[in-house]
């Protein structure tokens, strides 16, 4: 039972441009949401995060947008840089549950 | 500053062997975690511990036992280890369980 799903393994995207990140969640529970990003060889490391009572959250570059009626979220990394490229995982928690992770997406900035 | 330390950086075991990975957090964070990551199924909570003296199970729990004698220390023990233990193992950790988690640089552990 995958509570937070990533629906996209993988996505390449032009130096420059957008990309945009998909998460969904089941759980209607959950009101605190993060993204992590990965790098090979390393850690997870905190990237953004949303509370379920904002609907955006923007950090330079990074904008997390949260639509809780379609239990969905979003990130937006504009202008995309090589630098970028890992894997990003979107994860969920609520008061009464641990935090749950999605299986990631890994981006590929090309130049 | 070092946040998060786990060891070893990568171990290769025998099945049926037994091995402790160790981590250690220097921020005084309440909550700590272990993590295993496969190929597309992410990160899943094997063992939790909500602050020291406590822990509990988390969705992967079987084949493994923690314990949390104090603050900084939260070691992941495998007792008889078996191949499809192989994994990348993060540990994190948390000022609460309900606050940002912080993680380790990752065991890597092939178990032949």
């Known amino acids: 039972d995958q509570q937070v799903k990533q629906n996209s393994p993988s996505l390449s995207v032009q130096e420059g441009r957008i990309s945009i990140l998909n998460c969904d969640y089941t759980n209607s529970m959950f009101d605190y949401f993060l993204w992590y990003k990965k790098y090979p060889a390393e850690g997870p490391t905190f990237l953004i995060s949303?509370?379920?009572?904002?609907d955006k959250n923007e950090d330079g570059r990074f904008t997390v947008f949260l639509n809780k009626s379609a239990k969905h979220l979003s990130l937006h990394i504009v202008p995309s840089q090589p630098g970028d490229s890992a894997v990003y995982f979107c994860a969920a928690s609520g008061t009464a549950s641990k935090l749950t992770f999605g299986t990631g997406t890994r981006l590929q900035v090309t130049l | 500053t070092a946040g998060i330390t786990q060891a070893p950086t990568s171990q290769i075991l025998a099945a049926g062997r037994s091995m402790t990975l160790r981590c250690t957090q220097d921020?005084?964070?309440?909550?700590m975690y272990w993590y295993r990551q496969d190929l597309g199924l992410g990160l899943r909570l094997i063992h939790y511990s909500n602050t020291a003296g406590t822990t509990g199970k988390g969705e992967v729990p079987d084949g493994y036992s923690v314990s949390r004698a104090n603050t900084d220390d939260f070691p992941l023990t495998l007792a008889s280890a078996v191949p499809s233990q192989t994994s990348v193992y993060f540990c994190?950790?948390?000022?609460?369980?309900?606050?940002?988690?912080?993680f380790g640089p990752g065991t890597r552990l092939l178990v032949l």
């Open positions: 949303i509370s379920s009572i904002k």
């Open positions: 994190a950790s948390s000022r609460t369980v309900q606050e940002t988690q912080y």
């Open positions: 921020m005084r964070h309440n909550a």
